[in-house]
């Protein structure tokens, strides 16, 4: 009966301590909010659905005629990201679909070290326990994907020393 109980111990203990170990919190799902897409394109797949996938790069006129493409524009296009057969995926450079949800693995591809920083809550915005549930803003709840570049921000004039605050 006692070694039964330190055979359970040395089980529980085991159990436990795997389940918090650092591998088992990195493999944890990253909680996201909603991605910021707008109600009248998503679905993308209500429109393009019926309409042959068209990869040459153009001027777009009949639709989405506001998205400037600012973002190593000169070696890229809109199914480098976006999934020519299933508008409503992004894909990987190697071809496998990325759920917009996900989005951080397509740019992560591409900011390598941004990623690491973003996982681990330096770079962007992370809230939750610090040992649980963690939820972030994904990239680009921050960055526009077509225009991602922050202006640089003027600095501020020096403060007057307090006798000149008149
Ligand atoms: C209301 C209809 C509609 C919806 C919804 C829509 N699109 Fe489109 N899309 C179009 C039309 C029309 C064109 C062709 C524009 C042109 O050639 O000037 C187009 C073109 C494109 C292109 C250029 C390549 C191609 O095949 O012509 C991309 C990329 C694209 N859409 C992505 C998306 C994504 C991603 C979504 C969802 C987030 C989306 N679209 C939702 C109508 C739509
Ligand atoms: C660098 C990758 C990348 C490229 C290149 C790119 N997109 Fe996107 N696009 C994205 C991502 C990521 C999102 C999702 C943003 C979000 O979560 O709201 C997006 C969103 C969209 C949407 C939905 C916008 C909305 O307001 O809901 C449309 C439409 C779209 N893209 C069309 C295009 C078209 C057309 C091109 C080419 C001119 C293009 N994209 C090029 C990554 C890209
Ligand atoms: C296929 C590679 C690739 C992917 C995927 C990609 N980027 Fe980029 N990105 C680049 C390159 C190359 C540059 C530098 C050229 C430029 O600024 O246009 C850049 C520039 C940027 C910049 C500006 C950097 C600066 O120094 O100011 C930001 C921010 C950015 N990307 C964010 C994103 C986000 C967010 C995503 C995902 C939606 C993404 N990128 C996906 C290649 C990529
Ligand atoms: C909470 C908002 C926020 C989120 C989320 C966010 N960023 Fe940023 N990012 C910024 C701001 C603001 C800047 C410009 C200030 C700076 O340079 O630090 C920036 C700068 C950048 C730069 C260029 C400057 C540099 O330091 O090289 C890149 C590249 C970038 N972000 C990529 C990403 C990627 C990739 C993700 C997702 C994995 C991401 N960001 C998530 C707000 C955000």
Known sequence: ?????LATGFIAVFLVSFLFSPRMLAQQDIQVPPPPLSEDFFPCM?????????PE???????HDDIELAHDE???????CHDAENRNMLHSASGELIKFEESYKLCGQCHGPKLR???????GRRTGMW?????????AHCHNPHSPRYES????P???KPGKIK
């Open 1 to 5: 009966m006692k070694k039964f109980g």
């Open 46 to 54: 209500e429109c393009h659905a019926d309409m042959d996938p068209n």
């Open 57 to 63: 790069r153009r001027v777009l006129e009949e639709f």
């Open 74 to 80: 000169e070696n890229r296009w809109c199914m480098d």
């Open 117 to 123: 920083d973003w996982k681990a809550g330096i770079h």
């Open 131 to 139: 040992n649980g549930q963690k939820e972030y803003l994904l990239c």
């Open 153 to 156: 921000m003027k600095p501020e």
């Open 158 to 160: 020096a403060p007057l």
